[in-house]
């Protein structure tokens, strides 16, 4: 999930919490000078900076605790496989990934073992699967480097600069946005990333016949998403008759999926695609 608001290291564009508790005696942890990075090599606190307006964030910020695993696959992995979404320059994604693959964007994975689960499965697409979540960042690294994944990269920072200022027009395969933050609170309503400005600038970064496709088991959410596909010139729905998609198999069924379910909560997909181009010609032309 996924504006430009200065976040700590461990944000999350998901709405996951955590904490860490303190246990007696004395700390041997190294204490960080003011102003001194947390990960060295790894990913920036705030790669982007005041060089861009502050928008309302569609994401929340959250704080947890990053193991020695995660920590040590941002340290080692990061200079390799991670990107910080700073929106100075313009991607080459091929460059990104040593391939001219086809390219999906994730926005805001969680802890990363559905993306490593889909990598897995289909190793001939590429995943640019982006979040601020630090932890889960490190974890969906270690997760690629155990299982030999070559296909993932992992950004850092705000979607919205990433796909405003960083990607070029037509380069996406495909976009997935699983289960971002609700915003119940109708006063919050204007955070949610499923806006019909958000698809304009999604729409504008999909090749045509890109698929969309989002999942949430918040059902007023699904609602509005599903409206604001519909309404949107840019895509069509994969379901011949409207409404849901039954989940495909290629989605993993998550942890954090399963405890909804447990709760009795409804998970809605839906799978849109980037129609044609009005100025293209179609195949039959």
């Keep these: 999930m996924s504006d ?27 204490t960080r000078a003011k102003g ?12 982007a900076g005041s060089h861009f307006e502050r928008r309302i964030r569609s994401f929340q910020p959250r704080r947890s605790r990053v193991t020695a695993g995660q920590a040590d696959a941002l340290q080692r992995l990061w200079p390799k496989w991670g990107l910080d ?7 080459d994604l091929a460059e990104l990934f040593g391939n001219g693959r086809p390219v999906v964007l994730e926005i805001g994975f969680g802890m990363g073992e559905a993306t490593a689960e889909m990598a897995a499965a289909d190793p001939d697409t590429n995943i640019l699967a982006v979040d601020v979540h630090t932890p889960g960042q490190g974890n969906l690294l270690a997760l690629a480097d155990r299982g030999g994944m070559t296909n993932i990269r992992v950004g850092n920072g705000d979607a919205i600069i990433l796909l405003r200022e960083m990607l070029a027009p037509d380069s996406l395969n495909g976009l997935r946005v699983y289960f971002p933050d609700p915003w119940p609170k109708k006063r919050h309503h204007k955070r949610r990333l499923i806006q019909p400005d958000f698809l304009t600038l999604a729409a504008s970064r999909l090749k045509p016949g890109a698929l969309v496709h989002c999942a949430t088991d918040w059902e007023p959410y699904a609602e509005q998403m599903l409206e604001v596909f519909t309404a949107h010139p840019g895509f069509e729905n994969t379901q011949p008759g409207g409404g849901y998609a039954p989940r495909p198999d290629f989605r993993p069924l998550t942890r954090f999926e399963g405890q909804g379910l447990d ?13 044609q181009h009005r100025d293209q010609p179609t195949a039959e032309d």
Excluded: M, T, Y
């Design 4 to 30: 430009s608001l200065n976040f700590a290291p461990e944000d999350s564009q998901v709405n996951r919490g955590g904490g860490s508790g303190r246990g007696a005696g004395v700390s041997n942890r190294h």
């Design 36 to 47: 001194e990075p947390r990960f060295p090599d790894g990913p920036k606190a705030d790669p």
């Design 85 to 91: 979404i700073d929106g100075q320059r313009v991607i």
């Design 263 to 275: 709760k009795g909560h409804l998970v809605n997909d839906l799978l849109f695609r980037r129609v």
